[in-house]
């Protein structure tokens, strides 16, 4: 009787060790599309990612960059004072979205040239992305707004 019980309770520490296995597995494979890992423009040109992968990239957008193409296509430039990369984006802008302002794209960089699936804008005059502060705050270019 002794050796059942201890061989029921080995079977069911395995069992949930299985499935705890399976579901942690699970869970992995669906946030794999999920998880979009913040870069600074520097970062992206010192260590340029593939073009299958999918980033944040903020900074300020560069003053007289904004370009309107056709339609909804719009390009310009996103610096953190000490690299730019040009932005591609078709879609409709935030409200927010200005020169000299603070913005978050995600997309993927292809042939030099970030594509951006989405942009966030500031949300008022003193609002900036945390990355993007932490970004400028390395480059020595940010500087506290006054109250």
């Known amino acids: 009787m ?7 309770r080995i079977q069911v520490i395995l069992v949930a060790v299985v499935a705890l296995i399976a579901s942690t597995a699970l869970i992995g494979y669906a946030m794999r599309d999920g998880i979009n890992f913040f870069r ?10 593939g073009p299958t992968e999918v980033f944040r990239i903020g900074g300020l957008v560069e003053e007289g960059s904004i370009t309107r193409g056709q339609g909804e296509q719009i390009s310009f430039r996103v610096t953190d004072g000490g690299a730019v990369v ?4 078709t879609g409709v802008l935030p409200d927010l979205f200005e020169e000299n302002q603070g913005m978050v794209g995600t997309g993927r960089y292809v042939n030099g040239v ?4 989405e942009i966030l804008a500031k949300h008022d005059e003193t609002y900036m992305p945390k990355e993007v502060i932490d970004a400028l705050k390395e480059q020595g270019v940010y500087q506290e707004a006054d109250s």
């Open 2 to 8: 002794k050796g059942l019980k201890k061989q029921r």
């Open 40 to 49: 600074s423009p520097s970062q992206v040109i010192a260590e340029p990612p």
């Open 86 to 89: 040009p932005v591609t984006f």
């Open 114 to 117: 970030f594509q951006a699936s």
